[in-house]
């Protein structure tokens, strides 16, 4: 596919002279460092971390299956739609898209960046209407869809993904912040096809390191290298990036709690639909799942009475009455039952 990228970027930042760190100027090994006004003494943090986290974006692209070129690391995927945003979108000119009910952050970050967010709200059922969708996001620059959907919790058809990254005249962020609890595959792998495309990961949910906060997003080597032109230059913290590395060598260990957390979803899941006071279980490929009681309110607080604490979500776009719930370990999910199953309509 033809895609221009330059034209997408906001024009007062393509003759931009990125900011060039000490370790941007000098890579390599030297037995004496005096460039970067540093503390001389080791306590394994005196020094700047790699700006560009080379070892750990080696360690992640094999793992998921792209280049290290195609990786940027932001301080959790929020620092990555902000950045999105202030490379594409011109304050109070450019506008972006999502859908609705969807990730809150979309609309807090477009906001503080001064970019209209058009959000097209999703059909009853939590459903994509794929031509509302290109229809009102025709003169946006950037899109967001997030798949699986938080706080509805269902993967949209691959299908419906790929057709709107081919049909929209911008850029395409796919937010996959729950696709290794999905079926489904992630749309990484369609990177290579399309260049208006651009996917983001966490590792606050699947992988357990939402404390060290660490976001992914993927793109192609163009699109990943405007970005890291206008980051923080030391954006990952070195307590970040070794706590990432170390733990991505313990893969089979994540995979295993990905499993058992799935497993605990569908046990949830049964229960819920067995109780009386839940009117619906939305189906779920994520670590959480909506549910649909008669007063949302009443029951939540009832839970906070109970010392246990969901997410309200009635006040969302077509989620009247919905609590959002985390799927915790097998005797916190027992609890959560049980304490449903007492409270009285
Ligand atoms: C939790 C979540 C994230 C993760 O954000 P971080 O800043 O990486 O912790 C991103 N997108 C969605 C939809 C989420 O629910």
């Not at 357990?208 to 192609?220: C, D, E, H, Q, V």
Request: aromatic share 10%.
């Amino acid at each position: 596919m033809n895609f221009d990228l330059e034209k997408y970027i906001r024009p007062d930042l393509l003759g931009m002279k990125p900011y060039s760190s000490a370790r941007d100027e000098f890579e390599g090994d030297a037995s004496i460092y005096l460039d970067a006004n540093e503390n001389p003494f080791d306590n394994g943090v005196n020094r700047y971390p790699d700006p560009m986290q080379k070892k750990l974006k080696g360690r992640i692209a094999s793992i998921k299956g792209v280049g290290v070129d195609q990786i940027f690391l932001g301080n959790g995927s929020d620092e990555c739609i902000d950045l999105l945003f202030r490379l594409f979108c011109r304050p109070n000119i450019d506008r972006a898209a999502t859908i609705v009910p969807s990730y809150g952050m979309y609309a807090v970050s477009s906001r503080i960046n001064q970019v209209e967010l058009t959000e097209i709200l999703l059909n009853d059922d939590f459903s994509m209407d794929v031509e509302r969708i290109l229809r009102e996001s025709a003169d946006c620059k950037l899109l967001f869809l997030c798949s699986p959907n938080n706080p509805t919790g269902h993967t949209f058809p691959k299908s419906q993904l790929i057709r709107i990254v081919e049909e929209f005249r911008g850029i395409v962020v796919v937010d996959e912040a729950y696709i290794d609890f999905s079926e489904e595959s992630s749309m990484v792998l369609e990177l290579m096809k399309f260049k208006n495309l651009a996917i983001s990961q966490t590792f606050s949910k699947a992988y357990g390191m939402a404390g060290i906060r660490l976001g992914l997003l993927f793109g192609s080597e163009d699109l990943i290298s405007w970005i890291n032109k206008i980051k923080p230059p030391y954006n990952v913290n070195q307590l970040t990036q070794d706590f990432a590395f170390q733990k991505l060598q313990e893969i089979e260990r994540v995979k295993t709690e990905i499993e058992t957390i799935k497993s605990e979803r569908n046990w949830l899941r049964k229960e819920l639909l067995g109780l009386q006071q839940i009117n619906e279980v939305y189906p779920s490929d994520s670590n959480f799942i909506l549910v649909k009681v008669e007063d949302a309110n009443k029951l939540y607080n009832y839970l906070i009475n109970k010392g246990l604490v969901v997410r309200n979500r009635s006040n969302q776009p077509l989620c009247l009455n919905t609590l959002r719930l985390t799927v915790g370990t097998s005797s916190e999910n027992r609890e959560l039952i049980e304490k449903i199953s007492e409270f009285s309509v």
